[in-house]
């Protein structure tokens, strides 16, 4: 679903402002865990320095992860579900200039917030091996603000 509102205004006949609020909202989107992902809150101190040492070559570590796994005569197991959700709120803010001799100037900020519950999923956190959907949090890639400036004849 998305929803946006904007308001613009004319300044004389050179000159635009618009400021408006843009969101979506995702539901029901593709997901998948690991149903056997081990707790690395598990591991010993010695067993996580192993783990870590050896972590380029992921058969070494095999026999260490694989005893506090759930299932450990499995490595993971993987569950495909349609169980994520997202939003994103933004506050666009645009300014245009046209110039005698058809230059044009446009400048525009946004702030904006996306917020899920899968893209940082699966940590290596026990709790984290059933999706939580009140769990929801700010994306890791996120980019809170950003100023943009153009020219064109």
Do not use: C
Not at 87 to 98: C, F, I, N, T, V
Not at 124 to 130: A, D, F, H, L
């Amino acid at each position: 679903m998305q929803y946006f509102f904007e308001i613009q205004h004319a300044f004389g006949g050179s000159r635009l402002a618009t400021a408006g609020y843009h969101g979506t909202r995702g539901v029901h989107l593709p997901f998948d865990y690991d149903l056997n992902q081990a707790p690395l809150d598990l591991l010993t101190a010695t067993q996580r320095r192993q783990t870590a040492a050896s972590a380029a070559t992921p058969a070494s570590t095999a026999a260490i992860v694989d005893s506090v796994r759930l299932y450990p005569n499995f490595n993971s197991i993987s569950l495909f579900t349609n169980e994520a959700t997202s939003s994103y709120h933004g506050l666009q803010l645009k300014a245009e200039r046209r110039f005698k001799g058809g230059l044009n100037l446009l400048t525009g900020y946004t702030w904006s917030k996306t917020i899920d519950n899968a893209s940082d999923f699966a940590s290596g956190n026990p709790s984290e091996r059933v999706l939580n959907i009140f769990d929801h949090g700010t994306v890791g890639w996120q980019i809170f603000t950003e100023w943009n400036l153009a020219s064109h004849r």
